[in-house]
């Protein structure tokens, strides 16, 4: 269930690890844009396979990120998710779930579009925090394709890595 947009949401942004850097002068001014979603126990935020063009940050509550066949994380109180589909939709990969009663906040693109037109600044901020949170996570993931690479092929099909690098015929269990 959606509630209006309100203020007084400043402690949360100040307590979500995306959003930390940022002036309170901007928090404030990016507080009244978020739009609240209450959760009950069961509820599910988005589905997989569903549009994704939202920031989302935990106010209070526990969410359950969920695959197809498994839970794949929780997100809690100051916790932010799909960060990066605020700047550019997608389509969720995963199912959100909510464990507990739930008050999350969300910023959708159209939102964030429209902050330029009223608080360039504060829209330059948020979008300077979101960019600097995914070039450290594709540093991370390169780090991490990197080390990959360097394994030899048995303990890569040990991490379940082996699918997405190339093997040969004659390097591949499976092919023979």
Do not use: Y
């Amino acid at each position: 269930m959606s509630t209006p947009r309100g203020i007084g949401r400043v402690d949360t942004l100040v307590g979500c690890p995306l959003l930390t850097a940022l002036p309170l002068r901007v928090l404030q001014a990016l507080a009244p844009r978020f739009e609240a979603t209450e959760l009950d126990t069961g509820d599910l935020l988005f589905e997989i396979g569903g549009r994704s063009a939202c920031l989302f940050i935990v106010e209070k509550g526990d969410l359950d990120l969920e695959g197809p066949e498994k839970s794949v994380g929780r997100i809690s109180r100051g916790g932010f998710l799909c960060e990066e589909d605020v700047l550019r939709p997608g389509v969720h990969k995963t199912r959100a779930r909510a464990t507990s009663p739930s008050l999350v906040l969300s910023m959708d693109e159209q939102t964030l579009n429209n902050l330029w037109a009223i608080e360039p600044a504060s829209a330059a901020f948020l979008q300077l925090a979101i960019g600097s949170r995914l070039i450290t996570e594709l540093r991370r993931a390169n780090t991490q394709f990197v080390s990959l690479c360097e394994m030899p092929i048995d303990e890569v099909e040990n991490t379940g890595m082996r699918r997405i690098l190339k093997v040969s015929a004659d390097q591949d269990p499976e092919s023979g």
